[in-house]
């Protein structure tokens, strides 16, 4: 085999037409070899000779795509040290785009030796075990996509995982169930589309690992959140080039795709874990260690490990990887698994941080959708409300307020306002807007919408841990019984609960993100955990009765509510005061005799009634050249409450009349008579002022 020195880079393998260049980082290794394997399995390995600032290359002129490879890297193995170099285990290349096969657990995958400490050292091949990196041909016929750019305050995020949304689908053929190219097919994006949805937030497709105690139980990682390589995606859901053509699929019927990824941790665990990558590359640039016990790992994720961000070549890879995904996938956006990981410098979370900085000056992905999860384990990991100008967060104290508010506990109201309203005091004081807010009620982790309004308690018993994982406290009801019932009215109540869920979600200030199969009632059987099950448990069952019928239909048509009316969806926050020109406040919140809340109203503990009343003109959205869009002034009521009320309607300037767009204890609203309306217990009414 004919070996030239090659260039430092790009990092990983690159296929040039002629030949493919190898570069690997490693601060500390002694040497490297770059490992080749046939189809049947044999090595020949190449020592790479050459070393640029502390990267190790080669370029072989007689390697084509589709060339299977890894690495063995040599050096110290002083865990004392932080140091875990072990050449005879074979290593995923960090900046792979492609990576085959699958972990096969064994005692050789790890550094040491199992069953002794580990600053023991195993001397066993883990090749035999180990997933294979891959040569890939980047071409792709991309044509004239184009990223659909939905602005923030019209978008709405689908959450969904590759292989739950589609498994189950009948519509979705059998070969394609499970896979990139399944989420792609017909069925899937109609649904999308009637839904009436902009952006789908995929869960993890990068490259990651099914844990071994799970394997070990019958169980694999389902979710994803265990990854191992940051370009590659998952081969379980197709090849890189099937993520194209998803994407491509998906721009072409207008929505977005966001990808939830996880650069917090990585799959080779704590100081007791696996040796697959970065921990045998060099331990010590890629992880966070205890400062005066480099034997140990930081730990801000639970997970035992954090990936280290005060080391510059770690932050090279993820910025590395998050632009490939924009430039060379096209996807629209991320969404960071445990953020404030990423913000740590020296201990507390830092939101002036170097990552911060290194985004918002970055041509590329200051352009896209940043999403952060505002909460990891470590101290003061709490931080919704915290990220800077730029991002959006999944807001966590809107998801308790509204499951509260709903369940029908006290002292909820003046919270509720908030939430409805944008949460300007959790946004506005740091100049960022009513879409920093990602409003939510449901994901992945958690109860389905259905399993919230049906089970007081958490089931996680399929899970193997004896139901002591998942959260204890989850602000649910099971409104009579845990669990099916048969009894109508519980399920009335539950079917009426659900329905205030979804239009509290759509109707509130900020932008909505639905978990995939909320609109139709998919249930987990109370499992609130569900990372484990790759099975029925967790796949969306497509075999709507006609309950789930009238849900799904309920839900198309409050989010056609939401596109249609410009003052449900503005950019900034409420001012409370009178719109320029007019004699009117942009929003008022409205007792039930009609006049506004006082603060006797809002001091009133065991108050559960809310009006909102939104003007017409209170919309901050211009068309092209710049010309204000105006809407129809709504007025939102809610009744948390066991009684019935009656609400008189506020009095209103212009043409028209009320004229009730919906009601969640009914399935059409009644006609409006007189001046007031009935607004019956645990229900949400929306109405509209205007000509018909």
């Known amino acids: ?316 890879l993820i910025m590395d990887s998050l632009r490939y995904w924009v430039l060379d996938m096209h996807v629209d956006g991320f969404r960071f698994d445990l953020a404030p990981v990423l913000a740590r410098e020296l201990f507390d979370v830092n939101r002036l941080g170097t990552f911060f900085d290194i985004i918002q000056q970055d041509p590329v992905l200051s352009q896209v959708k940043l999403i952060a999860e505002p909460w990891d384990v470590g101290p003061g990991g709490y931080q919704v409300g915290n990220f800077p100008i730029g991002w959006a967060e999944w807001n966590g104290k809107y998801r308790d307020c509204l499951r509260r508010f709903w369940r029908g506990d006290p002292g909820q109201v003046p919270e509720l306002a908030s939430r409805l309203s944008g949460s300007s005091d959790l946004y506005e004081a740091s100049g960022r807007r009513t879409y920093a807010s990602i409003n939510f009620v449901t994901c992945h982790d958690g109860f389905t919408l259905t399993d919230l309004v049906s089970y007081d308690n958490k089931h996680n018993e399929a899970n193997g841990e004896d139901n002591r994982d998942g959260a204890d406290d989850n602000f649910s009801r099971n409104w009579g019984h845990e669990g099916p019932t048969d009894a109508l009215r519980i399920e009335r109540m539950r079917a009426r609960m659900k329905r205030n869920l979804l239009a509290s979600l759509i109707f509130s200030q900020g932008v909505p993100m639905v978990l995939a199969g909320d609109e139709f009632g998919r249930t987990q059987k109370g499992n609130n955990n569900a990372y484990c099950q790759d099975n029925e448990i967790s796949w969306v069952d497509w075999s709507l009765d006609a309950e789930d019928r009238e849900l799904l239909d309920f839900t198309r048509r409050i989010i056609r509510i939401f596109r249609d009316n410009p003052v449900l969806r503005r950019r900034t926050f409420f001012t409370g005061k009178p719109i320029p020109g007019e004699m009117v406040k942009d929003l008022t919140w409205i007792r039930p005799d009609g006049s506004e809340m006082t603060e006797d109203d809002w001091r009133d503990g065991s108050n559960q009634l809310i009006g909102m009343l939104v003007h017409g003109e209170a919309t901050d959205e211009v068309d092209a050249r710049g010309r204000p869009i105006y809407g129809h002034t709504i007025l939102l009521l809610v009744n948390g409450g066991t009684r019935s009320r009656y609400y008189v309607l506020p009095k209103v300037e212009g043409l028209g009349r009320w004229r009730g767009l919906v009601d969640t204890s009914r399935s059409d609203p009644r006609p409006v008579r007189g001046d007031g309306v009935n607004l019956a217990p645990h229900s949400l009414l929306l109405l509209r002022h205007g000509d018909e």
């Open 1 to 316: 085999m004919r070996i030239r020195p090659g260039a430092p880079y790009p990092l990983g393998a690159t296929w040039d037409g002629e030949g493919v260049n190898f570069s690997i980082f490693s601060e500390h290794a002694e040497s490297v070899e770059l490992c080749l394997f046939d189809a049947d399995g044999a090595e020949q390995r190449v020592t790479m000779r050459d070393r640029t600032d502390l990267i190790w290359h080669t370029y072989l002129p007689d390697v084509r795509p589709g060339q299977l490879y890894g690495y063995r890297v040599f050096g110290p193995y002083a865990p004392a040290e932080g140091h875990r170099f072990n050449p005879n285990k074979l290593l995923l290349d960090p900046y792979a785009k492609s990576v085959t096969g699958s972990v096969q657990w064994t005692d050789a995958i790890f550094g040491y030796q199992v069953g002794e400490d580990d600053q023991s050292f195993d001397e066993r091949d883990s090749a035999p075990g180990m997933p294979r990196c891959a040569v890939i041909d980047p071409s792709f016929t991309w044509g004239d996509d184009r990223p659909p750019a939905i602005p923030w305050n019209r978008t709405i995020i689908y959450e969904a995982h590759v292989k739950g949304l589609t498994m189950l689908h009948p519509g979705v053929a059998e070969d394609l169930r499970g896979t990139f190219l399944g989420v792609a097919s017909d069925p899937i994006v109609d649904h999308l589309l009637a839904l009436g949805v902009t952006a789908i937030e995929l869960m993890p497709v990068h490259y990651f690992v099914d844990d071994r105690h799970l394997v070990e139980r019958g169980l694999r990682n389902y979710w994803g959140y265990n990854s191992i390589n940051f370009l590659a995606p998952d081969i379980r859901y197709g090849s890189y080039k099937d993520f194209k053509s998803m994407v491509k699929t998906m721009h072409r019927a207008g929505i977005e795709v966001i990808l939830d990824v996880v650069y917090n941790h990585t799959a080779e665990g704590n100081h007791m874990g696996p040796t697959l990558s970065f921990r045998g590359i060099d331990n010590s640039a890629y992880y966070r260690l205890v400062p005066d016990d480099k034997r140990h790992y930081m730990d801000f994720t639970g997970t035992g490990i954090s990936l280290n961000l005060l080391h510059p070549r770690a932050i090279k």
